[in-house]
Nanobody, 124 residues
């Protein structure tokens, strides 16, 4: 059974940085896609960043390009999201996700395992 546990959320001021971590277990980390999603109050869940297995190719939402970086450590089964120059509109619950796609994707339908989420709050 796949388990995903996020950590690293918190409250920061605009312009600040955070690093989210996701510990994965029961999962072949290097063979499937991984991603970060977020959901703000009253809004749908949206894909933020995705990473493909093997190639390590990445994909980002336009709203975070140049500010967020997704990375993974296959040896440790860890996924990360480095977030820089945070803005108030980045405030949301952030979720780690795992799926069976062999490519980087931001589509929720490509993911079938989800973490419990971690809150990120950015104040102006």
């Amino acid at each position: 059974q796949v388990q995903l546990v996020e950590s690293g959320g918190g409250s920061v001021q605009a312009g600040g940085s955070l690093r989210l971590s996701c510990a994965a277990s029961g999962y072949t980390f290097s063979k499937n896609c991984m991603g970060w999603f977020r959901q703000a109050p009253g809004k749908e869940r949206e894909g933020v960043a995705g990473i493909a297995p093997g190639t390590g190719r990445t994909v980002y939402a336009d709203s975070v390009k140049g500010r967020f970086t997704i990375s993974q450590d296959n040896a440790k089964n860890m996924l990360y999201l480095h977030m820089n120059n945070l803005k108030p509109e980045d405030t949301a619950v952030y979720y780690c996700a795992a799926g069976s796609a062999r490519f980087a994707t931001l589509r929720t339908l490509n993911y079938d395992s989800w973490g419990q989420g971690t809150q990120v709050t950015v104040s102006s």
